[in-house]
C-alpha cells in the first residue's frame, strides 16, 4: 500500500484550536461570530464552512486557506451527479459512524430502466420513480435517480432509449454498459446532464477513462471482490486523470452477502478511519442482482432485493440501483434511509403548540401529546382515523417521546400548565377537561391543581385513541 496515499490528517480528531490558529485571529466579526474562536468551533461542527471567514479567501492567508481545505476535507470524496437544480451530492462522508456525527448525502436510490422494455414500460417506470413520494414524521422521501441499462449491447437502441429518459424527467441518471460504444452513444444523448458512467472494469478502462474527461462525467470503477485490484484501479483512473470516481466493490445475492457487505466495510473503514485516499470515494451497491436468479415468484426475488437493500444503508452505501417498483420493497428502505441520516444527538421534533383536527368546535376534546415528531404524526392520524375533530396540544419536550419525557423531566405539569395557558385553548372550548397520554398518568394529580382542569388519562397507545374518544368523550 503507498504511504503517499494515506492521508493521516484525516483520521486524527480535529479541534477547534487547530482552525483557530490557521484563521487571521483579528476577531473582526466579518463572518457573524462574536470572534474567531467561536466561528472555528462552529467549522469543527459543520456547522458553517470556512468560505464564510472573508478575510482567510484574501491572498495573504492563501496558505493557511489551503491548510484548512485539506484539514477539512471528508475522507470519503463527494461527488455530483447531474447538473444544477436537479444535481445529487453523493459521498462527503466525515466519519464512519453515525454517532461520531451527523451522515451527510443520504443513500440516492436509483431505479433502473432497460433499452429493451417496451415505451409504455420504460416511460411508466421512469413516471413512478419520479412520483414516488411518500410522507414520514413531516418528511418526503422520494426516490432519486434513473439507471438506463444496456440489456440489448445495441449503440442505437441506447442512445435513443436515453433520449427518452432524458424527454421525461429531471432526476440524475446513471448509464449502464461495460461497452464503450454504448455508453458514448448514451452520453451523447444525456448532453450536459452529467450521469454517473457505470462501470470501468480491468477491460475497459481506458475506453471509459477517456470518455469520463470528455464528457465531464464521474465514473464508476468496478472490482468485484477484489478490494486490491478496486483500489490499484482507482489509483490508474487517478492518475489517467479522472478525479470523480464512485467505486463497486460488487453486490452478491444469497451466500455472497457476507462478502459483499465485508467489502462495503472495510473500503469505508481504509477510508474513514486509515485516511486511505485511493479508498475514499463513493461506494455503489447493486441489490438489483437479486433479479438475476430465476425463481418461479417474482415475489423471492423482489424480497431479496428489499433485505440487500436494507443491508447496504446500514453499510455505508451512498448510491444503489434498485428494479423493484413495489410499495413494500422501497418503502422500508426509504424509511430506514430516513432514520439513519437523521441527526441521532437530536430528535426529529415538531414545532410546539396548539393543532386543530377537523373542525373542532366548543364541546370537542382538548389532548395533549410532546413534540418527538414520531409521536406527533402517530397521534394526529389515530385522531383523523378517529373521526372526532378536537384539539392537540403539543408540548415542547425537545423532541422527547412522552415515557421518556416524563422521566427526563422534559414534560412536568408545570410545563403543562404553561402551555395550556399560552395556547388560550380556554377560549376556544367551554369545558376544562385535557385528555393526556396514558404514560404521562402520573402527572395527572399536578395537572389538575396547576391548571384547574379536569384530566382524563388517555390510552397508553395512541392506537387506542378512536376506541377512547367514542367510549370516553361525551
Ligand atoms: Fe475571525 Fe474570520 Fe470571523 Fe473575522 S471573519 S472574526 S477573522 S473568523
Redesign the pocket.
Known sequence: MSERAIRKESVKTISPIDVYTL??????????????M???AKVVNREVIIE?????LEKEYAESYKTLWEMLKPPVKEITVGRSDHAIKIGGKLVMYRHEFTYSNPTAIAIDVTDEMSDDELLGRVKRTEGFTYNYIGQVLRLNMVAVRSTSNDPARFKSTVEKVVENTNLPLILCSFSSEVLENGLVAAQNRRPLIYAATKDNWKDLAELALMYKCPLTAFAPNDLNFLRSLTKTLLEYGVEDLVLDPGTFPNEGLSDTINNFTMIRRAACKRGDELLGFPLIGTPIVAWAEHVDAPEVNAWKEAYIASMLITRYVDVMIMHSKDGWVLLPNVVLRQNIYTDPRKPVAVEAGLRTIGKPNENSPVMLTTNFALTYYTVESDIEASGVSGYLIVTDTEGISVDSAVAGRQLTAEKIAEIVKATKVEEKVKHRKVIIPGKAARLSGEIEQLTGWEVLVGPRDSSGIPKFLQEKWK
Open positions: 484563521l487571521p485571529k483579528t476577531n473582526c466579526k466579518e463572518c457573524g461570530e462574536e470572534n474567531c467561536a466561528f472555528a464564510l471567514c472573508p478575510p482567510l
